[in-house]
Nanobody
């Protein structure tokens, strides 16, 4: 079992930066690829960014490319999402997710059913 706890959300103005963090506990951390998803009110949960087990590969949704950066620290069992130039449309609950990636360690997956473990989410609200 893997437990994920997100932190770092809040209310910010458009144009600023914010850093989300996800702390993991449980099974060997390096077995897992990680991702951030988000869900806005009345919308489907969507992929934001993903990172493979050792940080050697990352992938981003088009709407965050150039603004967001995902990273992980395997010595601390954390994965972060650095968000820059935030926009009101980035307002959502942000979720950390993990999947066992030993079968395909270099692939970044972007669909919610691909991920086995989820955090409770952290709210990010961007005002205009």
């Amino acid at each position: 079992q893997v437990q994920l706890v997100e932190s770092g959300g809040g209310l910010v103005q458009a144009g600023v930066s914010l850093r989300l963090s996800c702390a993991a506990s449980g099974r060997p951390w390096t077995n897992y690829a990680m991702a951030w998803f988000r869900q806005a009110p009345a919308k489907e949960r969507e992929f934001v960014a993903g990172i493979n087990w050792n940080g050697g590969r990352t992938d981003y949704a088009d709407f965050v490319k150039g603004r967001f950066t995902i990273s992980r620290d395997n010595s601390k069992n954390t994965v972060d999402l650095q968000m820059g130039n935030l926009k009101p449309e980035d307002t959502a609950v942000y979720f950390c997710a993990a999947r066992d990636s030993r079968a395909n360690p270099w692939t970044i997956l972007s669909n919610t059913p691909d991920y086995e473990y989820w955090g409770q989410g952290t709210q990010v609200t961007v005002s205009s």
